[in-house]
């Protein structure tokens, strides 16, 4: 739609949406595939205020439907492309890292490098609350692209610190983007129980940056 109809409207564009959704697979946890879900895009973004503003406004939203707790975790997807350029990995190579960041089995990298696996140890041992480990982020030394991403990532985190500071956030660098497209910050908030509430983050198209967000009205309704 921002591509096409809305393609002469000014920038950033705000859009929000509410529709009904099919998911290819259910899950254990919800047998049914059909969900409702609720969302929020800026289009054609330049800088790093926007993610303070979609972080307010889903903590908001989660306010007026009285989650008195929830937590945001912070991530870097675009961390796992980034080590795959430093280390030259083919194909296969990236997707044995990809699925063993994702499970945290990071003895198994060995089997790619023992650089790659000593990088990964590091971003490792970077999760954790948001006040304790960002000075540990910032104390190590990556290769050129990984550290491109770590600046951007940290740049990120101290602007939200700042504006967020009584949020309980948690950073998790080596979580993996299962839908694929997120190529800056990503986040989830999770209730108490640490059931998934809202995700989104930054994304590309038709070369605009972007942020957005989404959830599942069943979700938050349980």
Do not use: W
């Not at 309980?168 to 998934?196: A, C, L, Q, T, W």
Request: charge should be positive; proline fraction near 2%.
């Amino acid at each position: 739609i921002s591509c096409g109809a809305l393609k002469d409207q000014k920038r950033p564009l705000k859009l929000c949406y509410f529709g009904q959704i099919l998911k290819v697979k259910n899950s254990n946890i919800n047998i049914s595939r059909e969900f409702t879900q609720i969302g929020g895009e800026l289009i054609g973004v330049t800088n790093t205020e926007c993610e303070i503003d979609m972080l307010k406004l889903i903590s908001e939203i989660l306010t007026l439907f009285e989650f008195s707790k929830f937590t945001i975790t912070l991530s870097m997807p675009s961390l796992v492309k980034s080590i795959s350029n430093d280390f030259n990995l083919n194909t296969q190579q990236s997707f044995f890292l990809e699925k063993n960041l994702q499970n945290k089995n990071l003895r198994e990298l060995k089997k790619i490098s023992d650089d790659v696996l000593q990088v990964s140890e590091k971003l490792l041992k970077s999760i954790g609350s948001l006040d304790n480990t960002l000075l540990k982020i910032k104390s190590h030394h990556f290769p050129s692209n990984i550290q491109c991403e770590i600046n951007k990532f940290i740049l990120s985190l101290e602007n939200i610190k700042k504006n967020m500071p009584n949020s309980h956030i948690i950073i998790d660098p080596i979580e993996v983007d299962s839908f694929g497209y997120h190529n800056g910050i990503m986040f989830k908030f999770y209730s108490s129980k640490m059931r998934e509430l809202f995700s989104g983050g930054r994304y590309n198209i038709n070369e605009e940056n972007c942020i957005g967000f989404s959830s599942l009205v069943e979700n938050l309704i349980k």
